[in-house]
């Protein structure tokens, strides 16, 4: 890396110090531009959550019952869609690859925008570990090629998707697409045996509990509502990962909103038909502890063995899909964070084909080595936290950027304005606190991972930014805007 000699020193900010580069360290960071539609965008954000649909969800049935986890749906439904609407709004305005990371760091500058940027990369380096685990259970139970569940098999499925994504991102969102729309047909497949399968009465077969509020609907009382928010969040948990793809998107002021709120509009109706005709199907309290929902359900209810047959391998897609769009998230986080300094700036460094190559392999080589823990429930349960804390961040830089900065260009503007992005605000915070009710230790060991990138930044990275990185110039733009005011 070379500094422009004829440049201008970056001003200093908020206890930072940024180095203007000159234009070859930016050309070493490119990535293909005009490469995704809304279509692929919007197949990006159904695979990143699709997985969630087959299972994972299920376990809030023992939190809090039928009821319980209806409820919480409900509100985390209107958490998602509120911030969806906030995030359309924040990547047609800010398109790069930084995401949540660009938006806070407009709204609440580098230290905001470092700590929603390092909180998006915990949930998307975890959550592949986690979804890792649960491709090596299927392939075990499928009994394919007679492979056993093990390291080799988290190793093969990183080394394979990994690889897809060297190759570049349209060959990448191509074949995600095409994984993620297998997915839903199975889902689709499945609904088709379970709804003639369907009994009111296995909604409510839970026994109540002697807690507050306990009922044949809520059968943990008013508290498992919120124990069951971690357990809603996983039907829509990385719909979010849509506005990383701004940079490689065609016109991303049009593709971007018209892509997420695509996705969330399938995630919505997806989540209501599987919570509902999976535990009416196969019971709540059997579903409660279902490692594999569907076809359990499709088990108790009688279906043919074909049928529970193509909902597994289906459910095997699913999960695939999720852990390769999940891949391209990681990806995109890691490489804008190094590409303005907050983290190492080799990280940023792309090949040929324009992927960034150690953004792919680092976070992937950690998330390996999470995965070989076996703990695909806590480590879900760490990526959870991660998404809540980022969720918080990116609802305040929508309310800061609207009241600071009401001219700014915006291409989309969220129905109902800070009032809808409000909302989606206080839910993530509930929902942060949930994380604790569920799994104390996984939220501890996820805050503990925080504070360690957070004091990086405090000691070393915050010395070392680059000011000539997209998000680091809207914000230095926005600054001279606003000393000529």
């Known amino acids: 890396m070379t500094v422009d000699p004829t440049a201008r020193p970056a001003p200093h900010h908020a206890g930072v110090e940024a180095e203007v580069v000159d234009a070859g360290y930016l050309r070493k960071r490119e990535l293909r531009t005009g490469t995704a539609g809304w279509v692929l965008l919007a197949g990006l954000g159904v695979a990143a959550v699709i997985s969630g649909d087959y299972a994972g969800w299920n376990f809030g049935l023992a939190e809090g019952g039928f009821g319980g986890l209806l409820v919480a749906l409900v509100l985390m439904a209107v958490m998602y869609t509120a911030m969806v609407f906030g995030l359309a709004e924040l990547g047609s305005a800010l398109p790069t690859a930084g995401g949540g990371y660009t938006f806070a760091r407009r709204a609440l500058g580098p230290w905001g925008g470092y700590a929603t940027g390092v909180a998006v990369l915990i949930e998307y380096a975890i959550a592949p570990a986690a979804i890792a685990t649960f491709i090596g259970a299927y392939v075990e139970s499928l009994g394919l090629f007679g492979i056993t569940d093990g390291w080799w098999v988290y190793l093969a499925a990183y080394a394979l998707f990994i690889g897809v994504h060297l190759m570049g991102v349209g060959e990448a969102l191509k074949v995600m697409l095409v994984i993620a729309a297998i997915a839903v047909a199975g889902l689709v497949v499945y609904l088709v045996g379970a709804v ?9 077969d839970i026994a109540p509990t002697d807690a507050a509020g306990a009922s044949d609907f809520l059968p943990q009382g008013w508290m498992g509502i919120w124990a069951a928010f971690p357990f809603a969040i996983w039907f829509f948990l990385a719909v979010e990962c849509v506005p990383l ?106 090949n040929g084909r324009k992927a960034p190559v150690l953004a792919l392999l680092v976070p992937g080589a950690i998330g390996f080595v999470l995965s070989l823990t076996g703990e695909g429930a806590m480590l879900l349960n760490m990526a959870v936290f991660g998404a809540t804390v980022s969720y918080v961040l990116m609802m305040v830089s929508h309310v800061v950027l609207r009241r600071r900065e009401p001219d700014l260009h915006r291409p989309y503007r969220t129905p109902g304005g800070v009032a809808t992005t409000g909302t989606a605000l206080v839910l993530a915070a509930a929902a942060v606190v949930a994380t604790f009710l569920v799994d104390v230790e996984a939220a501890l060991w996820t805050l503990a991972a925080y504070a360690l990138f957070l004091g990086y930044f405090a000691l070393y990275s915050r010395h070392h930014l680059v000011a000539s990185a997209p998000e680091e110039e809207f914000e230095l733009l926005a600054a001279a805007e606003r000393e000529m005011e």
């Not at 003639?196 to 409510?204: E, H, Q, R, V």
């Not at 701004?246 to 016109?251: G, I, P, Y």
């Not at 909902?311 to 986080?333: D, H, K, M, P, T």
């Open 245 to 350: 793809a701004s940079e490689e998107a065609r016109d991303p002021a049009r593709a971007l909103p018209r892509g997420i709120v695509a996705a969330m509009g399938v995630l919505l109706v997806l989540a209501v038909l599987m919570l509902v005709f999976t535990a009416g199907a196969g019971g709540s309290e059997a579903m409660s502890a279902s490692g594999n929902p569907p076809v359990e359900a499709l088990e108790v209810a009688g279906s043919s063995s074909a049928l529970t047959d193509v909902v597994n391998y289906a459910g095997l897609f699913g999960l695939v899909a999720s852990f390769f769009s999940i891949i391209y998230a990681y990806s995109r986080q890691t490489f804008a964070l190094s590409r303005a300094g907050y983290l190492p700036r080799a990280l940023s460094v792309t």
């Open 196 to 204: 003639p399968a369907f009994d009111s009465a296995n909604l409510l």
